[in-house]
């Protein structure tokens, strides 16, 4: 069950949910930049997320509550993964990349690389702290499950 915490994630719990971790924050365009300048000063917080389901992985960047992309993966789309992991004051972190191969329109194979870092996911909805003891096990729970699948992938 998903602690109070990440409710604003909820309805992945439907989707089969088989891993979650924190991912550092993606390149923005200047406009982009520019909203979460303003977001910010309003208290909304940008925070991106990775999850892996039973056929997909994606990655979900939100600010405040609210989901503002989504890229989605399916797995039978991705033709390679590697993965590294390490630790950090004795928290465990991973990067992991691989290779998404999709057909163009011209029928013609396109590969394209993509690279995350991850870390358990120790902040919730609009980067609030977890404090609650289940809640920060259940986090690193997730992360350790989500590193599981994706070796189990590679």
């Known amino acids: 069950m998903i602690p109070h915490s990440f409710t604003f994630i909820r309805d992945l719990e439907k989707g089969n ?5 924190m991912c550092k924050l993606p390149q923005r365009g200047f406009f982009a930049a520019i909203g979460d300048f303003f977001a910010l000063k309003a208290g ?4 991106s ?3 892996i389901q039973s056929d997909q992985l994606f990655v979900t960047d939100y600010r405040g509550n609210e989901m503002i992309q989504q890229k989605v993966f399916p797995l039978q789309t991705i033709s390679s993964f590697n993965i590294s992991k390490s630790s950090l004051d004795g928290i465990g972190v991973a990067s992991i990349s691989f290779v998404q191969s ?8 396109v590969e394209s690389t993509y690279q995350f870092d991850l870390f358990p996911a120790f902040l919730g909805e609009n980067t609030s702290k ?7 096990n259940w986090a690193k729970d997730q992360f350790n499950d989500l590193v599981q699948k994706i070796e189990s992938l590679a």
Not at 17 to 21: F, I, K, M, P, V
Not at 102 to 109: A, F, G, M, R
């Open 17 to 21: 949910l088989q891993g979650l971790a």
């Open 44 to 47: 909304k917080h940008r925070i």
């Open 49 to 51: 997320y990775l999850f």
């Open 102 to 109: 999709l057909e163009s329109k011209k029928n013609k194979v």
């Open 130 to 136: 977890i404090e609650s003891v289940t809640a920060i």
